[in-house]
């Protein structure tokens, strides 16, 4: 059947379509659909009502117009009117509509949701797939509230069409996906599993789906689909290539089928029942067997599927990691492949081979192919496929292959990709230090490195060799000799000049007895670099200088001269000139015993995890590092810093969460056991080493403060963290925005949401508090495109509020990248009552221009209640207590909100006083009680609100202890009503 | 373990000409209008730029792009690193068979001329980005239903309308 001949009728279109094709240019186009959008919009604006072809014409040329890249921004009300219609084409075109052009306008989705629901409710198939369709498209959290809940009962329901059945599936799958706590679980479930068993192959291939993701979440619910699955996939595997008619693909027997039960199964271990697992085995066996067998076809369509179910085999066999035998079969199957002419195998079995590496039984099986590996390294031609191969050899890489390996990436860096040279550099890095038999490979290693790729050498692995040389003395004196060999080059790195200063300034000492490389020489070498260098550089160059004047005497005259000149001490680099006006008065004015105090021979560094390994996590994720986490495989490493394996407690791995949990990897707080129990968030606030006023180090200062020695007075400090800022007085900030009170007032009964937005920034807000002490996050959205820069929040406490509320920050990159959010956390801590809440002043550049503003944190005095529980009579036993008018405050209002009671409730809840009930006679009047905890003195509150519905007003009664806080708290309420 | 990352789901599949026209695209996670051009924009510079005969899967952002032409299309699906990149190659050419079986040996035309069709039998076909059903005939059958009931929709509806009277 030719294409025109499918009955379709919208001859409008076409032409429309061909005409956008005819145009010449650009700006045609561009004229032809504004021509077109003005029709459109006129047919729709008309009087005369649109007949259902004419709006299915119209909305299919918006679809058209939108798909070519340009905005659409009218026409879905008159897709979603097509929903409604009841003949089928109209309505698809409808739904395609709309699930091209998601839109969660709220008014909108009500009507769709509405035009779903009758369809789902149709009892007509195609109709019900089509609305099931449109779901699964959307995928939104309304459709989601609307519909998860009925869609499990059209999936089991006897009488469902197979074609319906499928679409449920998938489209509770995706459902699922997006908010898996609106698909209820239930009685539904036992009998998904069961679908494994359907005659229609189409309902299993989506049922496997929905039940590998369920089963991720719920494995014991599921535990019964291990069996059917493996019946199920004995089954196809056994089967003759025919045997399944339309399911058979290229004379493979269900290849999507059978991939989705094998990953099916990789969410469990191993089967428990024997007998299903020889069953599995079996299966694997033959599935390994029948990739030796000829091809049915030449098509590669034959082989890929083949494959597909092959590879898929592969990953479940090493999922399980148990069974030698296979692994070892697999490994040998992909090393076939590794030389196979399709590019696609040998791409596959160089990454499939990758995680074969990292089990025991199959390490040495894997070892066998490094030289084909090697070869591909060298003579793929396709970059990807390269890329694969370094991370093999870097899988493969142990003690015994160490030294090839890693010459053979070094070789291989010096024509790399730019794309990956970075990354190869941090593995041989890595490699080189991991399997290092003796130091001076390891130093050699890293100067190649440096040599052959010097601007892909990161800061990590230069610090990385300076503390592993600093820690060892043995290789301190090789370390000297070859760094000063290696800046004889006429042409060398800056950060070869870098490691070359550092080293020689420490250990210089120690070649100091060759003439070839005595104290002038060595001075004169590191000189001839610095005025080529940058300004970071040159700043470590000075501290070498003066380290040498240490080192050297003999030195001194040439290097004060050096200091003294007006290039050094007016350097208009303010570090350059502070560091050479310094350095030239140490020298001039302390005693020999002082200088060699000062610039004594640094101490060993603090064994921590390579910051290397955790940078090459960050590119790759998590798991990239896992050649090396892993020590099973060699146990006997014996790494040269001792500090590769990653100890719990210097995890340095920077995950989105580390800063909050920065608190809690602390070392424990010795908290009393009684605080201890108060509750998760709070215990550690203020206990914690890590919440002290220091500030963490910015991830830009992190490795410079590695660096940086203990004693405070070397002028190595001097390279390390710029002393922070102050924080800002309240003089310098400004008022707050007119909109902060209102602001403030959203967050008096609530402790999450959104405190600010603007077209710049959006500021979030949760909060916890418990007692006297709270902790509140802040959440700041970049919503630009472009980075903000000196990007500093700063909380501050005007007038007496210091007295009255503690509040720790830490402080938050100064950068923050256009779409990105960075976190700031605040603990907070009541001193005593207080009136006024903290400011907030956040201050940025954007573009080019200062932006400031000022908030109101929320943070009122009602956050420290502490809701109390009493019976009637208490309570107006306490009540009558309270009775001195200036314990009173009360007040009478109009209701700004509907009078409902029982958001009422939530509101009083929110504000943090119990509520009791059968107190008040009346039973429309709320009152409640509790206490405020601050860290001088608590405050017993009660309180009273009696709605008058009839006038719309309400009265409002608190009895406080103090007279300012019932005052306070009076207004702080009546505001939410 | 390894399930925690598993997430079998493609992200989305485009179609685009050698020219760098995009012919069909279709998303399967809710992505921003302006990130979707970018996306668009950046995956088919770097698809384009490769040579015949280098392999069919490239590591993309923090996804694998499983790609083939056919004639002057292109077929492009973005999956997790995770996902069986064989089988998605599979699946282009089980969507491009369908589009050739129902338009009669497909060409760039059919599928510009006719989209709204290629949206539908790739509707048939994939659900959400899962497979749901991969037999031919059950697909195929499903779209020419639908053309029936068209080719009945569409019949009365001309004399009805001639007449002023829908």
Known sequence: MPAVSKGDGMRGLAVFISDIRNCKSKEAEIKRINKELANIRSKFKGDKALDGYSKKKYVCKLLFIFLLGHDIDFGHMEAVNLLSSNKYTEKQIGYLFISVLVNSNSELIRLINNAIKNDLASRNPTFMCLALHCIANVGSREMGEAFAADIPRILVAGDSMDSVKQSAALCLLRLYKASPDLVPMGEWTARVVHLLNDQHMGVVTAAVSLITCLCKKNPDDFKTCISLAVSRLSRIVSSASTDLQDYTYYFVPAPWLSVKLLRLLQCYPPPEDAAVKGRLVECLETVLNKAQEPPKSKKVQHSNAKNAILFETISLIIHYDSEPNLLVRACNQLGQFLQHRETNLRYLALESMCTLASSEFSHEAVKTHIDTVINALKTERDVSVRQRAADLLYAMCDRSNAKQIVSEMLRYLETADYAIREEIVLKVAILAEKYAVDYSWYVDTILNLIRIAGDYVSEEVWYRVLQIVTNRDDVQGYAAKTVFEALQAPACHENMVKVGGYILGEFGNLIAGDPRSSPPVQFSLLHSKFHLCSVATRALLLSTYIKFINLFPETKATIQAVLRAGSQLRNADVELQQRAVEYLTLSSVASTDVLATVLEEMPPFPERESSILAKLKRKKGPGAGSALDDGRRDPSSNDINGGVEPTPSTVSTPSPSADLLGLRAAPPPAAPPASAGAGNLLVDVFDGPAAQPSLGPTPEEAFLSELEPPAPESPMALLADPAPAADPGPEDIGPPIPEADELLNKFVCKNNGVLFENQLLQIGVKSEFRQNLGRMYLFYGNKTSVQFQNFSPTVVHPGDLQTQLAVQTKRVAAQVDGGAQVQQVLNIECLRDFLTPPLLSVRFRYGGAPQAFTLKLPVTINKFFQPTEMAAQDFFQRWKQLSLPQQEAQKIFKANHPMDAEVTKAKLLGFGSALLDNVDPNPENFVGAGIIQTKALQVGCLLRLEPNAQAQMYRLTLRTSKEPVSRHLCELLAQQF | ?166
């Not at chain 2, 989305?12 to 921003?32: D, E, I, P, V």
């Not at chain 2, 590591?59 to 299309?73: F, H, M």
């Not at chain 2, 059958?141 to 009277?165: C, N, T, W």
């Open chain 2, 1 to 166: 373990m390894l399930e925690e990352s598993r997430e079998e789901l493609m992200r989305f599949m485009l179609l685009f000409s050698r020219q760098g026209k995009l012919r069909l695209q279709k998303w399967y996670l809710a992505t921003s209008d302006k990130e979707r051009k970018k996306m668009v924009r950046e995956l088919m510079q770097v698809v384009l730029a490769r040579k015949p005969k280098m392999c069919s899967f490239l590591e993309w952002r923090d996804l694998k792009v499983v790609y083939k032409r056919y004639a002057s299309l292109y077929f492009c699906c973005a999956i997790e690193g995770q996902d069986n990149e064989l089988i998605t190659l599979e699946l282009i050419h089980r969507y491009v068979e369908l589009l050739d079986k129902y338009f009669g040996s497909v060409c760039e035309l059919d599928i510009i001329f006719n989209f709204e069709k290629a949206y539908f039998i790739l509707d048939e076909f994939l659900m959400g980005g899962d497979v749901q059903d991969t037999s031919k005939k059950s697909v195929l059958k499903a779209i020419e239903q639908a053309d029936l009931l068209q080719e009945e929709d569409e019949s009365p509806r001309s004399v009805l309308e001639e007449m002023g009277l829908a």
